[in-house]
């Protein structure tokens, strides 16, 4: 992938991909972030919207990252609309970061989790200890989401959690096909 590439952040935050690509020389970085609080940091970069429905043209980038965003996502029809919408706006052959939340076989997610079910009908919805609510995805879901990738790489990694609760997680590098 070279320097002139058009890559896309969903999901960007206060930045942090968006610098780590910038200082790496990437010229043409850009966000898709849904809440328009993060938007001051990076005005000229940052489009502010829903990756489900993301307001770009067909195969318009040579890689998209979506890291930290899917736990976001709690329907199966919005999960599905992402990864449709990241699908559709990558060119050919584009590369797909995506990194996530997996269930944790921990006692405190699971019981999360028990009560996530109760509530809102899927294992791995959870409301978190700072009353956001969340969704930490199953590998075989995340699988069937990807079915229109090539997977070129999948590892499991232990990640911390906004709550500083320990978690795994997984960093998959996909291709379009
Ligand atoms: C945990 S943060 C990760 C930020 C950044 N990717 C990083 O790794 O530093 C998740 C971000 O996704 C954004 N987000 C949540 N739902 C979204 C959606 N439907 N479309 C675009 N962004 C969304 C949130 O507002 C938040 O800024």
Redesign the pocket.
């Known amino acids: 992938m070279g320097p002139g590439e058009l890559l896309l ?6 930045g ?2 968006l610098a780590y690509l910038r200082e790496r020389d990437f010229k043409h970085v850009f966000g ?4 328009f609080r ?1 938007l001051e940091k990076n005005p000229l970069s940052v489009v502010c919207g ?3 429905q993301a307001p770009f043209k067909d195969e318009s980038f040579g890689a998209i990252f979506s ?3 899917l736990s ?2 709690l329907e199966d029809s919005k999960r599905t609309q992402l990864l449709n919408e990241i699908h559709r706006i990558l060119k050919s052959q584009g590369l797909l970061f995506l990194s996530c939340f997996l269930i944790s076989g921990d006692e405190y997610h699971q019981n999360k989790y028990r009560e996530g079910q109760k509530e809102y009908g899927t294992y791995g919805i959870f409301e978190s200890d700072s009353g956001g609510i969340f969704r930490h995805s199953d590998e075989d879901e995340l699988r069937a989401l990807l079915n229109n990738f090539h997977i070129l790489s999948w590892k499991i990694r232990p990640f911390t959690t906004m709550n500083k609760r320990k978690a795994s997680g997984v960093i998959i590098e996909a291709q379009k096909h």
């Open positions: 952040d969903i999901g960007s935050g206060y942090r991909v898709l972030e849904s809440d993060y829903r990756g489900e890291i930290g965003v976001y996502f």
